[in-house]
């Protein structure tokens, strides 16, 4: 009976431990983990006219043009002036930028910068850089940086006490192929965003931006339609 009842308090203390830990990450963190095979993950950058969307409030009005409902929306990388995006872009195949191989300054040059993309086979993935290979098979990329998680293991370049502190967001992959969307409430640092990442499963994660990051989740309550950005990652479904 003992040894029942010490089973049945290890149990609990697990399952209330695991409960602590998601408070703790939702009340830091906007966490929307998707099914790639059964939610079709897009990338958008125009709108039809070819007018570059820039906000959420954009997206959303020209999918429910289409007679679809915003799920999910975030902003998807890096971007130049002309709100053209910062390094590779492909969508639905077409590659719209090549590559950024450069060495430069900001984040994006972070060693390493790595490529977030998703397959015809709404397979998802994330690379560094270097080891990308453009092929035929890849329906979306956009390319960002610092990496965050590197093999399982948070990029050494990040130091646990930084102070440079912002609002920020990224990307991960779970070892079941989920794909994790996460964004910061407040100001963190690298390597709290990445460490993020590590808790949920992810083996590699990546950067998206800072301060400018926007996140659209009327499920979770959270609910942000302005922006000024490039690439943004959306989630619809049928009206």
């Not at 006219?49 to 007679?67: A, D, M």
């Not at 719209?96 to 397959?119: A, E, Q, R």
């Not at 940086?145 to 093999?151: E, Q, V, Y």
């Not at 967001?169 to 990442?197: C, R, W």
Request: with cysteine; glycine share 8%.
């Amino acid at each position: 009976m003992f040894k029942i009842h010490a089973f049945l308090l290890t149990l609990l203390l697990v399952l209330c431990t695991g409960c602590k830990e998601k408070i703790k990450h939702d009340d830091h963190f906007v966490v929307y983990q998707v099914n790639p095979k059964t939610q079709n993950i897009k990338f958008y950058w125009k709108n039809n006219r070819n007018e570059t969307l820039k906000s959420i409030e954009h997206l959303k009005n020209e999918v429910e043009s289409g007679n679809e409902k915003l799920i999910f929306a975030m902003n998807g990388g890096m971007f130049e002036p002309d709100n053209s995006p910062k390094g590779l872009y492909i969508e639905n195949f077409k590659l719209l930028k090549s590559i950024d191989t450069l060495n430069g300054s900001g984040n994006f040059y972070l060693p390493p910068n790595g490529v977030f993309y998703i397959t015809k086979d709404n397979q998802a993935g994330i690379i560094e850089t270097p080891k990308y290979r453009q092929n035929t098979i890849i329906r979306y990329a956009t390319q960002s940086g610092p990496m965050l998680l590197i093999n399982g293991k948070i990029n050494p370049i990040f130091k646990e006490e930084s102070k440079n502190l912002n609002i920020r967001n990224g990307v991960g992959i779970s070892e079941n192929g989920d794909v994790i969307f996460a964004m910061s409430k407040k100001e963190i640092n690298f390597y709290s965003l990445a460490q993020l990442f590590k808790e949920m499963g992810c083996k590699n994660a990546l950067y998206l931006d800072g301060f400018v990051s926007r996140t659209y989740l009327p499920e979770k309550k959270w609910i942000q339609k302005d922006g000024n950005f490039a690439v943004i990652i959306g989630i619809a479904a049928p009206q």
